[in-house]
C-alpha cells in the first residue's frame, strides 16, 4: 500500500494539537477541580502540573514520531515495541470504541449549546449531531488539504473567542472576597480526583501521532508542533482559570453548573451566555474535525501491515480465530 502524501506542515500539526485538545472540558470541568480543593492556588497549581505532566507525555511521543514517523501513531508504535497482537487490539479499541465515542459525546454537546440558537427536539438534536458528522466526514473525504484548513479556520476561532472571554473576565471588576476558611480541607483524594479531571482535559495530544505519516519534515515538525500545541494550551487554561477567578469565588465555582457561561454573563453580560455558546460550538467543531482527520489513520496503518507483510496478515487471522490466545513475541525486520 502507497504511503500517504506529506501535505501538513507545521502550522497544521499545531493546529490539530490545540484543535483537539481544547473541547468543552475548560468550559465545565473547573466546578468538579473547585468542589476538591480548597484555594485558589491550589487550583492553579493542579492545573499547572497536569500541563507539565501532558507535557512530558508529548515530548515522548515526540520522539517516537521522529524515530517512526509513519501514519497510524501509537498503532505502529506498539507494533514496533510489542508485535502486531497489541498494535492489533490497540487499533480496534480505537476504531471500535474510542475515536467513534468521543466523536459522538463531542457532536452531542454540539447539539446541546445549538439549542441556545435554534429551538430543538431530541430528535432534532441527534439530526444536527448526526449532520455535523457526516459534513465534516465528507470535507475530510475529499482530501486532507481540506481537512487540514478546516481545522485552521475552527482552531483559530476557537482561540479567538476563548481568548476573548479571559480577557474579558480579567479585566472585570472583581468579585469582593471575604475571610472565610475554606468548606473542607486539601486532601489527597481530592488532588487527585482534581488531576484526573486536569488530564481530561488536557486529554487528545497523541492524535497528532496518527498523522506523522503526512507530515514536512516530521523529525522537526512533529516535535515542535506537539511542544508548541501543548504550552498554547497550557497558557490558555491557566489564563481561564485565573480569568475565572477573578469574577467567581472558587465556592462559586464549585457550586456552577456551567462555569464558562456564568463567567461570561457575569464578564460581558446578557449577551455573556450567547457568546460562550458560540465559542463551545467553534470548540466543538474543530475537536470533532481533528479527530475525523487523523482518525481514519490507524484502518490505513493496519490496512497497510496487513498488505505489506504477510507474516503479519497470518497473525491478524490467527488472532481472529483464537480471540485471546497469548502470541509469540514478534521479531523481524518487517516489524
Given at each position: 500500500?502507497?504511503a500517504?502524501?506529506?501535505?501538513?506542515?507545521?502550522?497544521?500539526?499545531?493546529?490539530?494539537?490545540?484543535?483537539?485538545?481544547?473541547?468543552?472540558g475548560?468550559?465545565?470541568?473547573?466546578?468538579?477541580?473547585?468542589?476538591?480543593?480548597p484555594?485558589?492556588?491550589a487550583i492553579?497549581?493542579?492545573?499547572?502540573a497536569?500541563?507539565v505532566l501532558?507535557?512530558?507525555?508529548?515530548?515522548a511521543?515526540?520522539?517516537?514520531?521522529?524515530?517512526?514517523?509513519?501514519?497510524?501513531?501509537?498503532y505502529v508504535?506498539?507494533?514496533?515495541?510489542?508485535?502486531?497482537?497489541?498494535?492489533?487490539?490497540?487499533?480496534?479499541?480505537?476504531?471500535?470504541?474510542?475515536?467513534?465515542?468521543?466523536?459522538?459525546?463531542l457532536?452531542?454537546?454540539?447539539?446541546?449549546?445549538?439549542?441556545?440558537?435554534?429551538?430543538?427536539?431530541?430528535?432534532?438534536?441527534?439530526?444536527?449531531?448526526?449532520?455535523?458528522?457526516?459534513?465534516?466526514?465528507?470535507?475530510?473525504?475529499?482530501?486532507?488539504?481540506?481537512?487540514?484548513?478546516?481545522?485552521?479556520?475552527?482552531?483559530?476561532?476557537?482561540?479567538?473567542?476563548?481568548?476573548?472571554?479571559?480577557?474579558?473576565?480579567?479585566?472585570?471588576?472583581?468579585?469582593?472576597?471575604?475571610?472565610?476558611?475554606?468548606?473542607?480541607?486539601?486532601?489527597?483524594?481530592?488532588?487527585?480526583?482534581?488531576?484526573?479531571?486536569?488530564?481530561?482535559?488536557?486529554?487528545?495530544?497523541?492524535?497528532?501521532?496518527?498523522?506523522?505519516?503526512e507530515?514536512?519534515?516530521?523529525?522537526?515538525?512533529?516535535p515542535?508542533?506537539?511542544?508548541?500545541?501543548?504550552?498554547?494550551?497550557?497558557?490558555l487554561?491557566?489564563?481561564?482559570?485565573?480569568?475565572?477567578?477573578?469574577?467567581?469565588?472558587?465556592?462559586?465555582?464549585?457550586?456552577?453548573?456551567?462555569?464558562?457561561?456564568?463567567?461570561?454573563?457575569?464578564?460581558?453580560?446578557?449577551?455573556?451566555?450567547?457568546?460562550?455558546?458560540?465559542?463551545?460550538?467553534?470548540?466543538?467543531?474543530?475537536?470533532?474535525?481533528?479527530?475525523?482527520?487523523?482518525?481514519?489513520?490507524?484502518?490505513?496503518?493496519?490496512?497497510?501491515t496487513?498488505?505489506?507483510?504477510?507474516?503479519?496478515?497470518?497473525?491478524?487471522?490467527?488472532?481472529?480465530?483464537r480471540h485471546w490466545?497469548?502470541?509469540?513475541?514478534?521479531?523481524?525486520?518487517?516489524?
Amino acid at each position: 500500500m502507497d504511503a500517504l502524501p506529506r501535505k501538513l506542515g507545521l502550522l497544521d500539526a499545531t493546529l490539530i494539537v490545540i484543535g483537539i485538545v481544547i473541547g468543552s472540558g475548560i468550559f465545565l470541568l473547573p466546578n468538579l477541580i473547585a468542589r476538591n480543593l480548597p484555594s485558589a492556588f491550589a487550583i492553579i497549581a493542579v492545573w499547572v502540573a497536569a500541563g507539565v505532566l501532558s507535557f512530558f507525555g508529548a515530548l515522548a511521543y515526540a520522539e517516537l514520531g521522529a524515530m517512526m514517523p509513519a501514519t497510524g501513531g501509537q498503532y505502529v508504535y506498539l507494533r514496533e515495541a510489542y508485535g502486531p497482537a497489541c498494535a492489533f487490539l490497540c487499533g480496534w479499541v480505537f476504531v471500535l470504541a474510542v475515536l467513534p465515542g468521543g466523536i459522538a459525546f463531542l457532536a452531542t454537546g454540539f447539539s446541546i449549546y445549538l439549542a441556545h440558537f435554534i429551538p430543538l427536539s431530541p430528535v432534532m438534536r441527534s439530526a444536527a449531531a448526526l449532520a455535523l458528522v457526516f459534513v465534516l466526514s465528507a470535507a475530510n473525504y475529499v482530501g486532507v488539504k481540506e481537512g487540514a484548513w478546516i481545522q485552521r479556520i475552527f482552531t483559530f476561532l476557537k482561540i479567538a473567542g476563548l481568548a476573548l472571554v479571559i480577557a474579558a473576565a480579567a479585566v472585570a471588576p472583581h468579585v469582593a472576597r471575604a475571610n472565610t476558611p475554606p468548606a473542607h480541607p486539601l486532601s489527597y483524594a481530592g488532588i487527585g480526583f482534581a488531576m484526573t479531571a486536569c488530564l481530561m482535559a488536557y486529554n487528545g495530544w497523541s492524535y497528532v501521532s496518527f498523522v506523522a505519516g503526512e507530515i514536512r519534515d516530521p523529525q522537526r515538525n512533529l516535535p515542535l508542533s506537539l511542544a508548541l500545541g501543548m504550552v498554547a494550551v497550557m497558557v490558555l487554561y491557566v489564563s481561564a482559570n485565573i480569568a475565572y477567578m477573578n469574577v467567581m469565588t472558587v465556592s462559586e465555582i464549585a457550586a456552577a453548573e456551567r462555569v464558562g457561561a456564568d463567567v461570561a454573563a457575569r464578564a460581558i453580560g446578557p449577551i455573556g451566555a450567547t457568546v460562550l455558546s458560540a465559542v463551545v460550538l467553534l470548540s466543538v467543531i474543530g475537536a470533532i474535525n481533528g479527530c475525523i482527520l487523523t482518525a481514519a489513520r490507524i484502518p490505513f496503518a493496519q490496512a497497510a501491515t496487513a498488505s505489506s507483510s504477510p507474516r503479519s496478515a497470518a497473525c491478524i487471522r490467527v488472532f481472529e480465530r483464537r480471540h485471546w490466545q497469548s502470541w509469540p513475541r514478534a521479531s523481524g525486520p518487517e516489524y
